[in-house]
């Protein structure tokens, strides 16, 4: 059964930081890009971060570029978003996606919120 399970969001300040991880199983996780999506309320799903099966390659959102790092463990089966000088603007649903050419999973989120 494939499952990505996210965790690690919450309240936090303006400028604040937070570390979301997501944990994967039920597939051969190097086999996958993983992303991290993101859902404010009354807007579309938006990619924030990418990162290739190796790790070698990431990208981002240029809203998020230079504050946000996205990483991955493989050997754990675990994709990361750290988020540093959080803004209120950041505040949403986040998702763990894995992707390739045959697969799209996705995750049930975790609710970041950003606010003072």
């Known amino acids: 059964q494939v499952q990505l399970v996210e965790s690690g969001g919450g309240l936090v300040q303006p400028g604040g930081s937070l570390r979301l991880s997501c944990a994967a199983s039920?597939?051969?996780?190097?086999?996958?890009?993983m992303n991290w999506y993101r859902q404010a309320p009354g807007k579309e799903r938006e990619l924030v971060a990418t990162?290739?099966?190796?790790?070698?390659?990431?990208n981002y959102a240029d809203s998020v570029k230079g504050r946000f790092t996205i990483s991955r463990d493989n050997a754990k089966s675990t994709v990361y978003l750290q988020m540093n000088t959080l803004r209120p603007e950041d505040t949403a649903v986040y998702y763990c996606?894995?992707?390739?050419?045959?697969?799209?999973?996705w995750g049930q989120g975790t609710q970041v919120t950003v606010s003072a």
């Open positions: 990162i290739s099966r190796a790790g070698g390659s990431t």
């Open positions: 996606n894995a992707l390739n050419s045959r697969y799209n999973f």
């Open positions: 039920g597939f051969t996780f190097s086999m996958f890009a």
